[in-house]
């Protein structure tokens, strides 16, 4: 009995290594496609991330350069806006410099007119005390009547000197 079950042991492994060998060959022709296409499915899959990969880095170079695109014209922009601040502030300087050079020209007008109108009533009130020392006809007058006078003017003298 033990002859006779290694005898049917030996004809299932012979009929293993037979039908491995048939579907061996086949076997290894689909390993082989399934091999390729695996590896063309890696290769895809590489190709893919290093798209992505890529991409990525395209993106955050270009993210960097809007950046320092923002930042140069932010900077700009805040040298712009110093630099009418510094002119408005001169404007402002100069207009109040103005304004006080108005100011003391004005108030030297009021001084100077000041003055002028104190030495005008200083004159009068000199010339008043002078006139009231003076006698008070300096001029001669006159009881005859001119020769070009008219008629109602000589009525008028003679009536004034009482001679009717």
């Known amino acids: 009995m033990i002859p006779c079950l290694l005898v049917a042991a030996g004809s299932v492994a ?83 410099k103005h304004k006080e050079r108005v100011a003391e020209a004005n108030a030297k007008k009021r001084e100077q007119a000041a003055e002028a109108e104190a030495k005008k009533k200083l004159e009068a009130a000199t010339n008043g005390k002078a006139k009231a020392n003076k006698p008070a006809s300096t001029a001669p007058t006159s009881t005859t009547p001119s020769p070009t006078a008219t008629t109602q003017e000589n009525t008028t003298l003679q009536k004034a000197n009482g001679s009717e």
């Open 14 to 96: 012979v009929a293993g290594c037979g039908a491995s060998s048939t579907t061996g060959s086949a076997g290894a022709g689909s390993s082989a496609a399934d091999i390729e296409h695996s590896e063309e499915a890696a290769l895809k899959k590489q190709e893919a991330a290093e798209v992505n990969e890529d991409r990525e880095m395209l993106s955050r170079i270009e993210s960097k350069k809007r950046e320092e695109t923002a930042e140069e014209n932010a900077k700009r922009l805040e040298a712009i806006a110093a630099a009418k601040a510094k002119k408005r502030e001169q404007a402002a300087v100069r207009a109040a």
